[in-house]
């Protein structure tokens, strides 16, 4: 029982992880770009931004921005 329940709460994990990226991709269109553009706005701290020139960063405020002004 103790492995099913820690099976699940991986599960659980993975999915609080990924729900919002996977909502994207299925309600809008083009919604694979903006959920790639949100990963890597949301983990630029994680090391991807100091390899990345910074304009992809600009360009996903702009569109995060605007996402949520209905634009």
Same mark, same amino acid.
């Given at each position: %029982?103790?492995? =099913? %329940?820690?099976? =699940? @709460?991986? #599960?659980?994990?993975?999915?609080?992880?990924?729900?919002? &990226? *996977? !909502? !994207?991709? %299925? !309600?809008?269109? $083009? $919604?694979?770009? /903006?959920?790639? #553009? #949100? /990963? +890597? &706005?949301?983990?630029?701290?994680? @090391? +991807? @931004? *100091?390899?990345?020139?910074?304009?992809? /960063?600009? *360009?996903?405020? =702009? /569109? =995060?921005?605007?996402?949520?002004? $209905?634009?």
């Amino acid at each position: %029982m103790q492995r =099913v %329940m820690t099976i =699940v @709460g991986a #599960l659980r994990r993975w999915a609080q992880k990924l729900g919002p &990226y *996977m !909502l !994207l991709e %299925m !309600l809008l269109p $083009g $919604g694979t770009l /903006f959920a790639l #553009l #949100l /990963f +890597i &706005y949301r983990n630029r701290k994680a @090391g +991807i @931004g *100091m390899a990345a020139p910074k304009a992809p /960063f600009a *360009m996903t405020r =702009v /569109f =995060v921005r605007n996402a949520g002004q $209905g634009a």
